[in-house]
């Protein structure tokens, strides 16, 4: 009897601590998603804030000291978004896939058969699509 109580005990603790793992996963992401949206929401404002009336020299000061600082705040956060956000609903190409998959305009491959020939392993034809 004692022996089912400390398993009990025990079984309860770990998933209360489960639980708080999952929790605290989750609202990491919630908090990303909040950060995302803020961020963008300032560089919408600052875009309609854009001095089209300026000179062309004022104008760039603008985009430089502004729309770029915020453009680099809101990629600075999405960076960070995309390292616990799954592929499958990632809603833009990861940069691994940027950066290793390419495709050849003079051959008829595909671009799961190029990621599977340069990569070695298949590994990342298996996230790709055709593409004609």
Not at 106 to 120: C, F, L, M, P, R
Request: with cysteine; glycine share 4%; net charge negative.
């Amino acid at each position: 009897m004692f022996f089912i109580l400390i398993c009990v005990v025990v079984g309860h603790t770990q998933m209360t601590q489960s639980s708080a793992l999952v929790q605290g996963y989750m609202n990491k992401k919630v908090q990303l998603l909040d950060q995302i949206i803020e961020r963008t929401d300032e560089l919408k404002r600052l875009h309609e804030l854009f001095p089209h009336d300026g000179s062309p020299s004022e104008q760039a000061v603008y985009c430089r000291d502004k729309l770029k600082e915020q453009m680099l705040a809101v990629r600075e956060v999405t960076d960070q978004a995309e390292k616990v956000v799954t592929h499958t609903v990632w809603p833009f190409p990861k940069y691994d896939d940027i950066l290793y998959i390419h495709h050849p305009e003079s051959d008829n491959n595909t671009a799961a058969d190029t990621a599977a020939s340069s990569s070695g392993s298949g590994k990342l034809a298996t996230r790709l699509v055709e593409v004609n």
